[in-house]
């Protein structure tokens, strides 16, 4: 009756386990078909006859801000369609969205036992494992390595995206991961070797983000480090200081700084955010809004990177936000229709030239302003709420748990944290494999936090 041996329940075993490490893509006609769009409907259907019958049961947690959330952006998005273009890409991303809300709505609402939430673990351990591992792998002897960006890497062999088909896809799947692997083994593991043994998992997932050249990734694996040690200062810093541990991390640091193009990259990540951040006193000319380099100093040399191509990048992704800004104050109530950012994308490079970057088409690279562009005011607004009330309701679980409670909530907090910062230079929130995975995990893990919370009282 709590659904141990029901099909849901296996469902989400081979979605933990699947949808990291198999993708593909094929089209019958003009329909696509992949992993989640095999499984999800599955499990849907699954769920929904088990809970019929009887064979499984549901929690008593309340989800009415989620419904209420996910509603709101979803009557958003239908009304934005009055002003689009293209029904196809609309309805297409509409169905994308519905697909989430049904996987998580299942899967943090149906009643699993410890054991299974223990299982569930290991799926998406093993699963993680093996895309680490594949990932150190691919660029150790050079396949299918991804050589987009390579103008600005010397000594690198190319970029590595593992199983998730582009390195920056990849780059935010393991920041997602990292906090919990990190937090396991500081925290949660007193015996050694075990800890060890995390801190090598660990270890493999940080080797692979430097290995995607990431630069806004590596930032924000410098900031989720600091945020776990604000969240749970005591528990952490007091197991970091440990000999073994950071024997460990002295270790790992070492084989990082020799890394190819570590240093190099590093000062280009530096400069960059340099670029981008507003003129201030403390933070003399960055060169207006065009991404112009400022003056010389004659009196004081500062020491930059030469480095001409992270220049032109900044000055690109900066035309692509300002692309996105403009179709927004364009239309501001309505947006220009679900989907329709890259159907409407030439008329606006075409209406404001100094957009034109020499793309037909183009992404905006910030899945925020692709929304507000596409439905609006009320669509963002709407769209935000719903990641509001997923990190309250891991903020409050955290405060109710025991140890392990506390590691998962705090590491499922920090690597979502991640998440929604990496899609500030990239459009992450629209690739299906990377949602799944975010709002699968995210969702189990409220579930048990819920369940683990009236057991640890």
Request: with cysteine.
């Amino acid at each position: 009756m709590n659904g141990k041996n029901s099909l849901t329940y296996v469902l989400v075993l081979l979605h933990l386990f699947l949808v990291p490490i198999l993708y593909f893509k094929k089209y019958i006609g003009p329909l696509p078909l992949s992993i989640e769009i095999i499984l999800i409907p599955i499990l849907v259907l699954s769920a929904a006859w088990e809970y019929k019958k009887g064979t499984i049961k549901l929690n008593d947690l309340s989800i009415k801000p989620f419904i209420i959330t996910f509603s709101l952006f979803l009557i958003a998005a239908v009304i934005s369609l009055v002003k689009a273009e293209s029904y196809t890409p609309a309805i297409m991303e509409i169905g994308r969205f519905l697909s989430y809300v049904f996987l998580f709505l299942i899967v943090v609402k149906v009643q699993f036992t410890k054991e299974q939430y223990i299982n569930f673990a290991k799926a998406f351990g093993a699963a993680a494992l093996i895309v680490g591992l594949f990932g150190i792998l691919q660029y150790v002897f050079n396949f299918s390595l991804n050589k987009a960006g390579l103008y600005a890497l010397e000594e690198a062999k190319g970029r590595v995206d593992s199983t998730l088909t582009n390195p920056n896809y990849y780059s935010s799947f393991v920041n997602f991961v990292i906090p919990i692997l990190l937090l396991l083994a500081v925290v949660y593991f007193k015996n050694k070797k075990t800890q060890l043994l995390f801190f090598a998992f660990y270890s493999i997932y940080v080797i692979n983000l430097i290995l995607t050249y990431t630069r806004a990734a590596w930032v924000t694996m410098f900031c989720a480090f600091i945020l776990i040690i604000l969240i749970m200062p005591k528990k952490f810093l007091k197991n970091l200081f440990k000999p073994h541990i950071l024997v460990a991390f002295a270790l790992l640091l070492t084989v990082l700084y020799w890394m190819p193009d570590v240093q190099s990259r590093t000062n280009s990540a530096i400069y960059a955010i340099g670029k981008l951040l507003p003129d201030t006193p403390g933070n003399p000319d960055k060169g207006g809004e065009d991404g112009d380099e400022a003056p010389e100093d004659d009196e004081e040399t500062i020491e930059e990177p030469d480095d001409e191509t992270t220049n032109r990048a900044v000055v690109s992704r900066i035309t692509l936000w300002k692309t996105g800004w403009v179709m927004f104050k364009d239309n501001p109530i309505l947006g220009v229709g679900m989907g329709n950012y890259y159907v409407r994308y030439k008329d606006f490079v075409e209406k404001y030239p100094e957009l034109d970057i020499g793309h037909e088409a183009y992404s905006v690279h910030n899945s925020y302003l692709k929304v507000a562009a596409e439905t609006g005011i009320i669509g963002i607004l709407s769209f935000l709420s719903f990641y509001i009330v997923y990190f309250l309701y891991l903020a409050r679980l955290y405060f109710k748990q025991n140890l392990i409670g506390q590691v998962i909530a705090a590491g499922v907090f920090v690597g979502s944290v991640t998440f929604m910062v990496q899609n500030l230079s990239n459009n992450l929130i629209f690739i299906p494999q990377l949602n799944i995975i975010f709002w699968l995990v995210g969702g189990l893990a409220i579930a048990f936090l819920h369940q683990n919370k009236k057991q640890s009282l």
